[in-house]
Every structure is written in structure tokens, then in C-alpha cells.
T-cell receptor
């Protein structure tokens, strides 16, 4: 059972570069979300989606874009990376709206120099 | 801004002892959840307690919820070395989950 799969696991970028973090789930979950985890800050919600074609902003959306063209995939795009975006990023999905049990990927560690 | 705040930030115990951590939150919730994160891994869901429930058990885990005090506690009984991890509470409200900063638990043999 794959669950939630994130790629890449590690990435180093230079300031100003762009990249996409991939997230895919095989559980047919309607709800998907992206969080970032920083030391002492817990997890903060970046963007979320309640179904294909529907996305919305979370707590810290600036500098990130998302789209949801299929139920399975929810990529997170950094348009112009900044050192403040150095973090560990987690994708999560749920069979209910965002208040149910979340299933997490293993994380993507991003360093922006 | 964080909804839930865990206390203590860190906890060190010996195998066989019980571990208790608390979570306080600020606004009304639909449910409260606890997650575990092993070092370098994703979060794993442990237990969900609804706002109309006061206590819930799952194996060696016991969760309580006091909505009048806006607080919850997670008790892990008879701790094992494998329980070494960070534990996060997450509060569900307005269609979203908000996480606290977590409690780091170290269980030594």
C-alpha cells in the first residue's frame, strides 16, 4: 500500500529558482493538503484542496502555488524560492474534509541557499 | 498562529514508566487528534476524540478532553523505547486541522 507519496525527499535550491514538490495518493481521498514544518513551530497549513479543481489557501500561502487536476495528485510549486522557504514539507490526505484523520507522506526536505 | 500548545516541550522517561503530555487550545473545536512523528518521518495518526467525548482509549494510549478548560491530555502507559518520538495535538475547526509545536518524548531502556 503506497498511501501518500512525496517526491523528491531532498532538494537544494538557489534563491530565485523554481521547483515543484510532487504529491500523489492512491486512497481515493478527496481532501489533500500541504504543510510546512519548522523547528518549534509545529506544522502550518500552506494550501489545501477538497476535490479536483478546487483549492484554497491555508495559513501561510505566500510564495506557493497549487493545482488539483486529478483526485490523486496535488503538486506544490515554489515560483521563486527564498531562504525563508527552507523547511520540511508534508503532503497529507483525508477521506473526509480536513477535520478527519490525516494520512501523511514521508516529507520533502528543502534547503534554499 | 498555533491553536494547540503542548506541554511539556520535552519529556524523558525510563521504559515501563507512564508518559503524560497536555494540549491546550483557544477556540471551539469539532475534534482533537494526536499524532506521532518518528525522527525524519511523516506524522502518524494515533487517536481522535470528538468534542462530545471525554475519554478515549486505544491500546496503551488514553486521551482525555475537557472542553470547558479547552485542554486535552495524552497518556502513554508502560512506555517502551519504540515510543521515542514527537507527539503533536491537532485541533479541528472550520474545516481545517491546526497543529501544535509538539512534545519530544525520549524513552530510555
Amino acid at each position: 500500500n503506497a498511501g501518500v507519496t512525496q517526491t523528491p525527499k531532498f532538494q537544494v535550491l538557489k534563491t530565485g529558482q523554481s521547483m515543484t514538490l510532487q504529491c500523489a495518493q492512491d486512497m481515493n481521498h478527496e481532501y489533500m493538503s500541504w504543510y510546512r514544518q519548522d523547528p518549534g513551530m509545529g506544522l502550518r497549513l500552506i494550501h489545501y484542496s477538497v476535490g479536483a479543481g478546487i483549492t484554497d489557501q491555508g495559513e501561510v500561502p505566500n510564495g506557493y502555488n497549487v493545482s488539483r487536476s486529478t483526485t490523486e495528485d496535488f503538486p506544490l510549486r515554489l515560483l521563486s524560492a527564498a531562504p525563508s522557504q527552507t523547511s520540511v514539507y508534508f503532503c497529507a490526505s483525508s477521506y473526509t474534509q480536513g477535520t478527519g484523520e490525516l494520512f501523511f507522506g514521508e516529507g520533502s526536505r528543502l534547503t534554499v541557499l | 498562529s498555533q491553536q494547540g500548545e503542548e506541554d511539556p516541550q520535552a519529556l524523558s522517561i525510563q521504559e515501563g514508566e507512564n508518559a503524560t503530555m497536555n494540549c491546550s487550545y483557544k477556540t471551539s473545536i469539532n475534534n482533537l487528534q494526536w499524532y506521532r512523528q518518528n525522527s525524519g518521518r511523516g506524522l502518524v495518526h494515533l487517536i481522535l476524540i470528538r468534542s462530545n467525548e471525554r475519554e478515549k482509549h486505544s491500546g496503551r494510549l488514553r486521551v482525555t478532553l475537557d472542553t470547558s478548560k479547552k485542554s486535552s491530555s495524552l497518556l502513554i502507559t508502560a512506555s517502551r523505547a519504540a515510543d521515542t518520538a514527537s507527539y503533536f495535538c491537532a485541533t479541528a475547526a472550520l474545516g481545517k486541522l491546526q497543529f501544535g509545536a509538539g512534545t519530544q518524548v525520549v524513552v530510555t531502556p
